[in-house]
Structures are given as C-alpha cells and as structure tokens.
C-alpha cells in the first residue's frame, strides 16, 4: 500500500494526541488508506469549546462581507486545477469514492462555481431581505429592531454519496458566523477537512472555528458528547439512520435533517419532435449519469407523454443510446456486491413483468453499464436501484404525472420539466402542491443554484435565531436619555 492520508481538521490538538484509525479503500485501482481521527468525549469537549473561541475571535467579529470575501477566495483557490489542495481531491476523490475522474472534475468544478462571490451575496440575499441583520440590528417594518445570531456550536453530520456535499452546511455555517465541527463518513473522509485546511491557509483564524472529526457508526460515546454540546444539529443520511439521531438529539437543540428523498423527470410532447427529441434525451441522460444517481436530486423515474414525433418507447430507446454513448466518456463506478445483486434483480423483475404480459422492454442488460425499462403505463413513483438504473414511464397527458408521484409525498424533491412555458407553470404548481419542492431543467438535475430551498426549507434561516428590540423598548428609552433631564 502506497502513502497513507490524513483526514480531519483539529484545531488546537497535536495529532499524537488523539487515535487514528485508517479506512482502506479498494473500489478503484490500487488501495489507498485514509487515517481518520477519533476523539473520546473529553476530547470531543474540548474541540467544542476551541472552536466556539475560534468563532468568536474569528467569525463573529467580522463583517458578512468579509467572510464572504475569505470563502470566495479558498473557492477561488479549489477551481484552479494547478492549486496543490485541487490537484489532491482530483486525484483522491476518484480513487476513494470510485467514480470516475473526468466525472468528479467536471461535477467538482461546476458545484464549487456555486460558491463564489456572486453566488454567495445571491445566497444571503435569498434568505434575507436584509443581510444585514447578520452583523447587527436593523430596522423592521413593524417597528423595533431585528438581528440574527448564527449558533455558538453547529454540528454537522454528513454522508459520502456525493463528493464535496460537506461544503454546503460548512459554507451555510461560515455565512451565520456560527462554529462548526462535522463528521465526516466513511465513504467520504476527505473533502472536509481539505477544505478546513484551506480556508486556514487563506484566513487562519477561521480555521479554529471549524473541527472534522469521525467515528464509527454505533460508537455513542463521542456522538453523545458533540450532540451535548451543539446549538444545532444538521444532519444528512436514510431515514432510518436520522430517525435513530433525532432520538439523541437533545430537545432543546435545533435538528435538520436531510433524508432519502426520490426526483424524476418530466417529458412533454412537444420536447420529442424532431429537432429537439435527441437533446432531451441527451440531457436526461446527464442527470441519470451523473454520480451515478447518487444524490438526492438524481431522477429515478422518466415520465414521457404520448403525442411527440418520438413516442415514449422510442424515447427509452434514444435514452439508452444516449447512456451508451455517455459511459465511454463518464464510465460507472464498480459496483460492490450488494449493488450489483440489486441491479440485477430490478433487471429480472422488469424482465419477468414483460413476460408476464405487461407492456414492458427491457433496453441494456448483461455486461451493460446502465438499464433502461420503458414501461406503457405510467403508475406509482418506485424508487430506483440507482447506479444508471432508470424506468420510462408513458402517460397520455403531463397532468398524469402529479397522481403518479403524489403517494411519495413525503420524499419527492426535485423535478426536471421540458415543456413549453404555457405547460410549466400549471404542472409546476400542480407538483408543488404534491409535494415537489424543486422545479429544473432537464440535464441540471446536479447542478444546484446559489441559494436553492433544500427539501423546501431555507439554508441560512433555519439556522438562525432572532433577537428582537421592540418599538415599546425603544420608546422607553427614549424617558431614560440624559438630554431629557
């Protein structure tokens, strides 16, 4: 085994002091070894308190601006590929996660533009009227004054489905000035901690404020101890996973979660003539590729409506072609033993519906990357298998779509629409009312913008709490002032 890589970020500790434990990763080529760092409760405590000083000293004191100038700078410093933090995660990510490189540089660079200077007074500007208030009181319409306070203490808990995913809750936390200590999961120790080390390179007192650390799953004494010390907790991971958190999760700390949820596609008639099919089914095709349909937003469900120059089935058909073509260029990660089970029973299920004598083909198979399913009647939303595994389902008017989809209410997210602008506006409304809380277009599935609502929720003011002087105070303070005595 090669060199050995050092995950986390520890402010404040010599590594001699803590454990190490190293994951081994074998999905793709040579293994590599990545040591993680684990804490015991007493340390976990004082982590905490290092990084609420850091906050204090470092965040807090300054201006929203200015740390939005910091956290474009470290970006700044990820999208140059000569950079030498850059030239790390494009070489490790690949071999950590398995996906494929071109695939995690390109996915990479396109989620990091989100989080550049622009974007970020976008992102500020979403949730608050006024950012202001993030630095100090400002007046209110109703009279008084308002101020947000970012928490002392955010913990973070991410998954490793996707490369980078830490960045968006430590980028959240940095805007609310709060600390911040994630762990990090096993799948995905690195990105973190990488990007912990760079922003201390770039403003070293932010890097007090932030902490990576891991533990294995199962192991309470070390979760116990951050969950007792956050101000908020947020969370990403399956459902069952995050209902078992939530139970640990002291009642008067704040839980976010972000479970499993399912995201599909919609096709209309007029995406399907003949100068427009091929690039609808190209850039449905992007979505299902990319990250493997790993992240939340990855459609699992294509519904195609009857009535376009290409009919659903020879939609299925052009979208496997289009898959084909995409996997010579972005070929799939290996797939470990459970995943390949469960491909190849969806693909014998499929297959045995056919048979059956539902209206049902089956397009790739065997040693093919990817599987594509059309199905002639449209019916409930079923999650997919993943890993470019998606079913086409045909329906004789885009309003089908909402009755399919709405029993999965409380999971569905993210929408991809080609339709025309007379047609989009009633079916959006139509899935928002279902539950949908992301409407996009085809092909930008991954591709997030500055300051979406994750699950529909806000990003920044879900961590906030604020404190009011109301006009009634100010009033009375008025009597109190000396030029009135």
């Given amino acids: 085994m090669g060199e050995v890589i050092r995950a986390g970020w520890l402010p404040g500790f010599d590594e001699a ?9 074998t999905r793709a080529g040579p293994p590599v070894a990545v040591e993680v760092p684990v804490l015991d409760a ?15 000293e470092g965040l807090k004191s300054r201006g929203t601006a200015e740390i939005v100038d910091i956290v474009d700078a470290a970006i700044h410093r990820l999208l140059d590929r000569d950079d030498p ?16 490189a071109e695939m995690v540089r390109v996915g990479l660079t396109d989620y990091l533009k989100t989080f550049r200077k622009p974007q970020l007074t976008r992102f500020l500007a979403e949730d608050f009227a006024n950012p202001g208030l993030l630095d100090g009181f400002q007046p209110t319409p109703k009279g008084g004054y308002a101020r947000a306070h970012g928490p002392e203490l955010l913990a973070h808990v991410w998954a490793g489905n996707v490369p980078g995913l830490p960045l968006w809750s430590l980028v959240s936390g940095l805007l609310v000035k709060a600390g911040s200590i994630g762990k990090v999961a096993s799948a995905e120790p690195l990105f973190a901690g ?6 201390a390179e770039v403003e070293p007192t932010l890097g007090a404020a932030l902490g990576v650390v891991w533990w294995r799953g199962g192991e309470g004494e070390s979760e116990a101890a951050l969950l007792a010390e956050a101000d908020v907790v947020m969370a990403y991971g399956g459902n069952e996973a995050l209902a078992d958190l939530a139970r640990r999760v002291p009642i008067t700390t704040r839980f976010l979660p972000h479970g499993h949820k ?3 596609q919609v096709i209309a008639r007029e995406a399907l003539d003949t100068a427009k099919a091929w690039n609808s089914a190209h850039e449905a095709a992007r979505d299902i590729v990319a990250f493997d349909q790993q992240g939340c937003y990855s459609p699992q469900c294509v519904f195609v409506e009857a009535g376009g120059a ?19 260029r972005f070929p799939r990660r290996p797939l470990d033993v459970g995943e390949a089970n469960a491909l ?3 693909r014998h299920g499929q ?30 939303l079923d999650p997919s298998v993943l890993n470019r595994t998606i079913r086409v389902a045909a329906v004789t008017d885009l309003a089908d779509v909402v009755a399919c989809v709405a029993p999965r209410r409380a999971y569905l997210q993210s929408a991809a629409i080609a339709a025309a602008p007379e047609r989009l506006f009633p079916l959006a409304e139509a899935l928002g009312s279902a539950g949908v809380t992301r409407i996009t277009a085809l092909g930008r599935m991954s591709v997030l913008e500055a300051g979406w609502h994750h699950d529909g929720r806000f990003n920044l003011l879900d961590l906030v709490t604020i404190t009011e002087i109301e006009a009634a105070a100010e009033l009375a303070a008025e009597d109190l002032a000396d030029y009135l005595a």
């Fill in 42 to 56: 007493a340390q976990i405590a004082r982590l905490a308190a290092t990084v609420r000083k850091g906050a204090r």
């Fill in 194 to 199: 990488h990007f912990a080390r760079l922003l």
């Fill in 262 to 264: 399912i995201s599909f």
């Fill in 351 to 380: 297959e045995m519906r056919g048979l059956a004598g539902a209206e049902v083909e089956v397009v790739g198979g065997g040693e093919a990357a990817w599987s594509v399913a059309f199905t002639g009647t449209a019916d409930a």
């Fill in 310 to 328: 290409l009919s659903p089935r020879e939609f299925a058909r052009a979208l496997a072609h289009e898959l084909s073509a995409f996997e010579s």
């Fill in 17 to 25: 002091e803590v454990g190490w434990e190293t994951l081994t990763f």
């Fill in 85 to 100: 933090h850059r030239r790390a995660l494009d070489s490790l990510l690949p071999a950590i996660t398995g996906y494929d």
């Fill in 344 to 346: 190849a029973g969806w």
